[in-house]
């Protein structure tokens, strides 16, 4: 089955600080990968996708990064952290089966 | 550009009583429609689809009706159960690219 290995589970940093979420994907071979975030009482944005190695598409401008090195490997940087980063953050893919799989998600508290 | 809407971000149902999902979608490419289910600091979970030949699928308490002239989709639940309280997702995905995209969500609030 498709699974997706995406940690930390939770995670404080002050502003200021550099940001690495990392997903990995096993169980299927050249999926699409997302970047999903929601923010504390808003609904699920996409903030990158990802249809193959090093090819990233960004959704929204922000003070966010995305990387595919590796086929089954999708990170999230940034250099800097601000406060409004705070949220839930979501690495998801489609590969192939019709519905898509998801990691367990990234608390991140910007303080 | 948000390809697929909930523009209802909250909805409060009774306990018993039938809730309604709605989706809006601007692509018409899109072919395969799905619903999910998410609980506080969890991945969301697959709850039903549709194929975009179809305009209903059933399981269970929940049914999706898909209005492909309209680029409508709803998710009915009955009978509602506090259980059910949760986020829902609706997801657009289409092509053998399997690109895939998501509605902002919709907090259901079932009351006993």
């Known amino acids: 089955s498709q699974t997706i290995h995406q940690w930390p589970a939770t995670l404080v940093q002050p502003v200021g600080s550099p940001l690495s979420l990392e997903c990995t994907v096993e169980?299927?071979?050249?999926?699409?990968l997302y970047w999903y975030r929601q923010a504390a009482g808003r609904g699920l944005q996409l903030l990158f996708y990802?249809?193959?190695?090093?090819?990233i598409s960004s959704e929204v401008p922000q003070n966010l990064s995305a990387s595919r090195p590796q086929d089954r490997q999708f990170i999230l940087s940034s250099k800097k952290l601000l406060l409004s980063d705070s949220g839930f953050y979501l690495c998801?893919?489609?590969?192939?089966?019709?519905?898509?799989?998801f990691g367990q998600g990234t608390r991140l508290t910007v303080v | 550009d948000q390809q697929v809407k909930q523009n209802s971000p909250s909805l409060s149902v009774q306990e018993g009583r039938i809730s309604i999902l709605n989706c809006d979608y601007t692509?018409?490419?899109?072919?395969?429609f799905l619903w999910y289910k998410k609980y506080p600091a969890e991945g969301p979970t697959f709850l039903i689809s549709?194929?975009?030949?179809?305009d209903k699928n059933e399981d269970g308490r929940f049914t999706v009706f898909l209005n492909k002239s309209a680029k409508h989709l709803s998710l009915h639940i009955v009978p509602s159960q506090p259980g059910d309280s949760a986020v829902y997702f609706c997801a657009a995905s289409w092509g053998h690219n399997n690109d895939m995209r998501f509605g902002a969500g919709t907090r259901l609030t079932v009351k006993p």
């Open positions: 169980g299927t071979s050249n999926p699409n």
């Open positions: 549709i194929s975009s030949i179809k």
């Open positions: 998801a893919g489609t590969g192939s089966g019709t519905e898509a799989f």
């Open positions: 692509n018409s490419m899109f072919d395969y």
């Open positions: 990802s249809v193959g190695i090093g090819q």
